[in-house]
């Protein structure tokens, strides 16, 4: 992913492209980057909430990504309005 800034509601896929601790991929909603932290060329370290199989968060991360690895989803899993009765899950 470049061109594009990272921002906060990004839903990224990352996979070993993004970090070699991503041997099982994960998918997460961006908080925000962190600007402040200096890295090596091409890295980046950003806020953001792990997404379980349907699109809720389930846990908060830091991480250290390279943004070439970085897949940005065209659609967020949590589009569909939750059915009625129902409220979004909160993060633990």
Known sequence: MTGRPITPGDVLHLTRAASPQFVKPITVRVIREVPDRHTYHGWTWIEAYELDV???????????????????????PRQAAPARGTSPARVR
């Open 54 to 76: 349907r699109g809720d968060a389930v846990a908060k991360r830091e991480l250290f990504v390279l943004r070439e690895g970085l897949h940005r989803l065209a659609g967020t």
